[in-house]
């Protein structure tokens, strides 16, 4: 009898978010209360632990663990950066078929809703009857059909943070500072920086994003104007800002410094485009009087989407709705080959609703930034603003002496 | 009649922290309380604006703002990077000597209590009633004398979160992951990483401080060890972190890689140290069956420093405290020439108590990690977590999967 209902798989792919746990914890939970199925297996690092039959059963985890586990960053399953093509599938397929597996839940970016959607196919065609749920994380922010990706809010509130703190010390021992920021195709991430903003003057002056190509002359007259009118300069940059040609600057940047060093250096590292600029603007401009700028370059790196405790209260709250979403999808007989969706409902109150978006809408390809979300190509718009400011929260309360000043 | 009180002068120099603003706020507050002078000024960018006379005055603050700017991290009043020399100092001297300055309060490091130190003696020289008190702040926590300086236990507790956060993106996509860690001469901000490990097998897996000299055959054969034994690594490492000759690998970096590139490479980018040591690993170590290894690099730069709203709690309370105590030290009538010091009060509980230490005995000089803190060259002991866990306080509930595991 109980055989009959199947079991189910579900795991999580691609690079961790802070809140990626929440959605695993929303399937689990809601999967102990309908009783879907038999097992809910935890495949361990995404495809590979389902090809290699690597499973943990997850309906003895008690809920006191999977709190914790919820507000754990990184994937508690293990990820993998597996892309998995036709063949790998056909393995995948396989194991599903062996161990009864009705379900497939998996929770990644758009390389995973394509995974999730020939291993849909597949099945359909062998006649196994599985339905594949995709459940959204990237901190990128970029699957098309939907409004946002959990995960996002929660690593934009990290970068919105962290530059209005590094935005004090620039005001503290004034300089110019660049700020790099992940993101290789889509600036939504860096955008949020401009949420630091709380008073006139305050950094980010300048915000690069790869959505508006950027020469290495407009860098340096943008610096050198913001240092001109504020006498000193932040600047949030993405990691995937690029030039015209197209290139990004850090494939320029590889380039250059490989015909410099005969091949010598290595460029893999993840600090050097903002060393880079740093060079190029201490080469290239002076303070008043000749004097030598004062430059420095932070890269934020890992800690955008793995820092601990920090979370956006929204993101973590729709995290855990997409995963319990999921289930409850699963358990209701909707359509498989679907990815969760979030969109807004009108209003002037933030408030969002769930929908079912096919996989083959939302898979493979990126979702890029507005162009009203951009301005001059170096600074984002209000009505960006208003877009990221719900799905980040409250920041930090702060102040300055200027409210004082007469 | 009010004239006779004279004023006081506060200021605040080098490296900004997230608690800073608590010390200047306590002075702020008792000051309005005690009545101890006609006017508080707080000079803009430390003894920069005493020379310049670059005053704002601070008694008329109103209590919501100084609370929000106590939560602000960074120098409220500006800082600077300016080490006086004896001329310099006489200027200040001169200054105070025409604002009718007899208190004044100097928030900063070892450098600034020799400032404050030289100041005192010569305003004594010159029969200038003058008393000086030093307000300690260090992220570094290299004050001599002190038991622990303000702004060391919010970035520690930074430190150790980013670390936790990325041990688990570490578990979560398997790698070597090498993150540095502010502190040129002082390891006791990159120890606090070892606060991070829950579990067994949560890294860091190794940990280098300045303290503790490091070959680059040790490191490999460091690395080499972990990856067999966890099949994974993460490494937190000092900024600072030196060779057998007193060197740093730093400099030693700069060295061969201007022999490399004809000194067309700058290195004063931050994230140089780190990507070297990746590239090195790359270089030199492989992965089981001459597999290529992950090896990534994060610096965590400024923010460390900077960061709002993630403060321990103790850390902002003593902050406060250090404030509080020397401007009701004044009031006292208290000896100038010292600087407010914690020590712990014998017992089980974690308890301070501050007294006033001659400001000879801190200026200068640094203050290293204890021999004891440090074990085998590439771990911190049991020892110094007892010292820093209270000064950090409570760090993210997390939770895995292996505690389900039979």
Same mark, same amino acid.
């Given at each position: 009898?109980?055989?009959?209902?199947?079991?189910?798989?579900?795991?999580?792919?691609?690079?961790?978010?802070?809140?990626?746990?929440?959605?695993?914890?929303?399937?689990?939970?809601?999967?102990?209360?309908?009783?879907?199925?038999?097992?809910?297996?935890?495949?361990?690092?995404?495809?590979?632990?389902?090809?290699?039959?690597?499973?943990?059963?997850?309906?003895?985890?008690?809920?006191?663990?999977?709190?914790?586990?919820?507000?754990?960053?990184?994937?508690?399953?293990?990820?993998?950066?597996?892309?998995?093509?036709?063949?790998?599938?056909?393995?995948?397929?396989?194991?599903?078929?062996?161990?009864?597996?009705?379900?497939?839940?998996?929770?990644?970016?758009?390389?995973?809703?394509?995974?999730?959607?020939?291993?849909?196919?597949?099945?359909?065609?062998?006649?196994?009857?599985?339905?594949?749920?995709?459940?959204?994380?990237?901190?990128?922010?970029?699957?098309?059909?939907?409004?946002?990706?959990?995960?996002?809010?929660?690593?934009?509130?990290?970068?919105?943070?962290?530059?209005?703190?590094?935005?004090?010390?620039?005001?503290?021992?004034?300089?110019?500072?660049?700020?790099?920021?992940?993101?290789?195709?889509?600036?939504?991430?860096?955008?949020?920086?401009?949420?630091?903003? *709380?008073?006139?003057?305050?950094?980010?002056?300048?915000?690069? !994003? /790869?959505?508006?190509?950027?020469?290495? #002359?407009? %860098? &340096? =007259?943008?610096?050198?104007?913001?240092?001109?009118?504020?006498?000193?300069?932040?600047?949030?940059?993405?990691?995937?800002?690029?030039?015209?040609?197209?290139?990004?600057?850090?494939?320029?940047?590889?380039?250059?410094?490989?015909?410099?060093?005969?091949?010598?250096?290595?460029?893999?590292?993840?600090?050097?485009?903002?060393?880079?600029?740093?060079?190029?603007?201490?080469?290239?401009?002076?303070?008043?009087?000749?004097?030598?700028?004062?430059?420095?370059?932070?890269?934020?790196?890992?800690?955008?989407?793995?820092?601990?405790?920090?979370?956006?209260?929204?993101?973590?709250?729709?995290?855990?709705?997409?995963?319990?979403?999921?289930?409850?999808?699963?358990?209701?007989? *909707?359509?498989?080959?679907?990815?969760?969706?979030?969109?807004? !409902? /009108?209003?002037?109150?933030?408030?969002? #609703?769930? %929908? &079912? =978006?096919?996989?083959?809408?939302?898979?493979?390809?990126?979702?890029?930034?507005?162009?009203?979300?951009?301005?001059?190509?170096?600074?984002?718009?209000?009505?960006?603003?208003?877009?990221?400011?719900?799905?980040?929260?409250?920041?930090?309360?702060?102040?300055?002496?200027?409210?004082?000043?007469?």
């Amino acid at each position: 009898m109980a055989s009959a209902k199947g079991n189910a798989v579900i795991g999580q792919s691609g690079g961790p978010t802070s809140v990626i746990n929440q959605s695993l914890v929303g399937v689990i939970q809601e999967i102990k209360k309908n009783g879907l199925v038999d097992q809910l297996l935890g495949a361990r690092h995404g495809v590979r632990g389902i090809v290699n039959e690597d499973f943990i059963s997850l309906k003895d985890a008690p809920d006191e663990l999977l709190e914790r586990i919820a507000a754990t960053p990184a994937a508690a399953l293990g990820s993998t950066r597996d892309k998995p093509d036709q063949a790998y599938c056909e393995k995948i397929f396989k194991s599903f078929a062996k161990h009864n597996v009705r379900y497939f839940f998996y929770i990644g970016g758009n390389d995973s809703a394509d995974t999730a959607r020939i291993v849909g196919e597949l099945a359909a065609r062998e006649g196994h009857e599985l339905k594949v749920f995709h459940i959204p994380k990237t901190i990128d922010n970029d699957l098309r059909v939907h409004d946002h990706t959990p995960g996002y809010g929660s690593a934009a509130k990290f970068v919105a943070a962290a530059i209005m703190g590094d935005n004090y010390d620039n005001r503290s021992l004034p300089g110019i500072k660049v700020d790099v920021i992940m993101g290789r195709h889509a600036g939504f991430l860096t955008a949020a920086s401009v949420l630091a903003r *709380q008073h006139d003057n305050d950094g980010p002056h300048l915000i690069y !994003v /790869p959505e508006a190509p950027l020469t290495e #002359e407009k %860098f &340096l =007259a943008d610096v050198d104007a913001a240092y001109t009118k504020h006498g000193r300069c932040l600047i949030a940059v993405s990691e995937g800002v690029s030039q015209p040609d197209g290139k990004t600057w850090a494939e320029h940047m590889a380039t250059n410094l490989e015909k410099d060093s005969h091949g010598n250096i290595q460029l893999s590292g993840t600090g050097a485009l903002g060393d880079f600029m740093a060079g190029l603007i201490t080469k290239k401009l002076q303070a008043p009087g000749g004097k030598k700028l004062r430059v420095r370059a932070d890269t934020f790196g890992y800690l955008q989407r793995s820092f601990p405790g920090f979370v956006s209260q929204s993101d973590a709250t729709e995290a855990r709705l997409v995963g319990q979403v999921a289930a409850k999808s699963a358990a209701e007989g *909707q359509p498989g080959g679907s990815s969760i969706a979030m969109r807004r !409902v /009108p209003g002037s109150e933030y408030k969002i #609703e769930t %929908f &079912l =978006a096919p996989l083959s809408s939302v898979a493979r390809e990126t979702k890029h930034m507005d162009p009203a979300y951009i301005s001059g190509g170096n600074n984002i718009t209000d009505a960006f603003k208003a877009y990221a400011a719900p799905l980040v929260g409250p920041l930090p309360t702060v102040g300055t002496f200027d409210e004082v000043k007469k």
